[in-house]
């Protein structure tokens, strides 16, 4: 088959099944529920380090975790969640929340949408493990 034919039936193809999955509603980003639903975010990546303590932000898009081993942090990435221990990592106050630098080349850094009073009190909380 010649390129000009082979190249839009593939740009097109890709761009069809972008669109239908936005139809869908598969594009959308995630977002915890509730509590339960960010445990259970948790224990998707650590099955073996049980939630003692949850914070859930205001608008359900990140999740602060309490374990046994520390703490750790929840949060959407595309339309599932990731969650990371928060050993080692470094928090800087932006304008929207918080940015949160960690030791993982798997997710270098996290920024989070908080408003300010909620922004305070995870930091705090943060640096009392620190």
């Given at each position: 088959m010649?390129?000009s034919?082979?190249?839009p039936?593939?740009?097109?193809?890709?761009?069809g099944?972008a669109v239908?999955?936005?139809l869908?509603?598969?594009?959308?980003r995630?977002?915890?529920?509730?509590?339960?639903?960010?445990?259970a975010?948790?224990?998707?990546?650590?099955?073996?380090?049980?939630?003692?303590h949850?914070?859930?932000?205001?608008?359900?898009s990140?999740?602060l975790?309490?374990?046994?081993r520390?703490?750790?942090?929840?949060?959407p990435?595309g339309?599932?969640?990731?969650?990371?221990?928060?050993d080692?990592?470094r928090?800087?106050p932006?304008?929207t929340?918080l940015?949160?630098?960690?030791p993982?080349y798997t997710?270098?850094?996290?920024?989070?949408?908080?408003?300010a009073?909620?922004?305070?009190?995870?930091?705090?909380?943060?640096?009392e493990?620190?």
């Amino acid at each position: 088959m010649p390129l000009s034919i082979l190249l839009p039936m593939v740009v097109l193809g890709i761009a069809g099944i972008a669109v239908l999955l936005h139809l869908l509603g598969l594009s959308r980003r995630a977002v915890l529920a509730d509590e339960a639903a960010a445990r259970a975010a948790w224990l998707r990546e650590y099955p073996g380090d049980a939630p003692v303590h949850v914070t859930l932000c205001q608008d359900h898009s990140a999740a602060l975790i309490e374990t046994g081993r520390g703490r750790g942090v929840v949060w959407p990435m595309g339309a599932d969640t990731t969650a990371r221990h928060l050993d080692g990592a470094r928090l800087t106050p932006t304008r929207t929340g918080l940015r949160i630098d960690l030791p993982d080349y798997t997710a270098p850094r996290v920024h989070l949408t908080l408003d300010a009073g909620e922004s305070a009190r995870w930091q705090a909380t943060l640096k009392e493990t620190a």
